[in-house]
């Protein structure tokens, strides 16, 4: 019901958006997040946003380069990576939060859908 598209490989200090994508369904109402997971390691935190795109958050190691916004009319939610840094190599997921705001916990989000590759040489 989600999809995550718009990953790639790029050099360190490349930018990328990634969109995620809602199809069936509408997830106008629901917090987003967007999360990641480097081969071998557990799933984490990205960024997340509320219902209507009005309070986002952010793991530390991402703030002030990444940005997440939404477009409810589209059904879709972005993600903006600047500066980005061989660390920040990993599979992409979005996910939609049973909740309107927008949450860190992983637990509390219920929908997931296939994530994209996103790969930073450097």
């Known amino acids: 019901q989600l999809q995550a598209y718009g990953g790639g490989l790029v050099q360190a200090g490349d930018s990328l958006r990634l969109s995620c994508a809602a199809s069936?369904?509408?997830?106008?109402?629901?917090?987003v997040g967007w999360f990641r997971q480097a081969s071998g390691k557990e799933r984490e935190f990205v960024a997340a946003?509320?219902?209507?795109?009005?309070?986002?958050f952010y793991a530390d190691s991402v703030k002030g380069r990444f940005t997440i916004s939404r477009d409810n009319a589209k059904n879709t939610v972005y993600l903006q990576m600047n500066s980005l840094k061989p660390e920040d190599t990993a599979v992409y997921y979005c996910?939609?939060?049973?909740?309107?705001?927008?949450?860190?916990?992983?637990?509390?989000?219920?929908?997931w859908g296939q994530g994209t590759q996103v790969t930073v040489s450097s």
């Open positions: 946003i509320d219902w209507r795109g009005g309070n986002t």
């Open positions: 069936r369904r509408t997830f106008s109402n629901n917090g």
């Open positions: 996910s939609a939060a049973r909740y309107a705001s927008s949450t860190q916990k992983i637990a509390d989000y219920v929908y």
